[in-house]
Nanobody, 126 residues
């Protein structure tokens, strides 16, 4: 499977914004669903957002709903996570993941994902 590469993490003040990118080579030619997950120190990795291949359907965790936006650009084989109104509790390592699925499906269960990136660090300070 193609290697996923996340980028865009960094240090930001509470209330600020960041855009994460997940480069997914081959995504345009394959029907894959993509998800974003995060893991804070001492905590389990948790679901953040998911999108289907065509970008027509998304799903967000309650904690980020209304603040985060996940979109895909298959022309660039990249999936983005726009994060706004960031809070300190949004800090953690953010991972993107992919799994083959029908074009109309997104996946929220991290156990279903088969391909993971190395993650990008997001730190939100107050």
């Amino acid at each position: 499977q193609a290697q996923l590469v996340e980028s865009g993490g960094g240090l930001v003040q509470a209330g600020g914004s960041l855009r994460l990118s997940c480069a997914a080579p081959g995504r345009a030619a394959s029907s894959v669903a993509t998800g974003w997950f995060r893991q804070a120190p001492g905590k389990q990795r948790e679901f953040v957002a998911a999108i289907n291949w065509s970008g027509t359907r998304t799903n967000y965790s309650d904690s980020v709903l209304g603040r985060f936006l996940m979109i895909e650009d298959n022309s660039k084989e990249t999936v983005y996570l726009w994060m706004s109104n960031l809070k300190p509790e949004d800090s953690g390592i953010y991972y993107c993941a992919t799994v083959r699925r029908a074009i109309n499906l997104f996946v929220v269960n991290q156990r279903d994902y088969t391909n993971w990136g190395q993650g990008t660090q997001v730190t939100v300070f107050s």
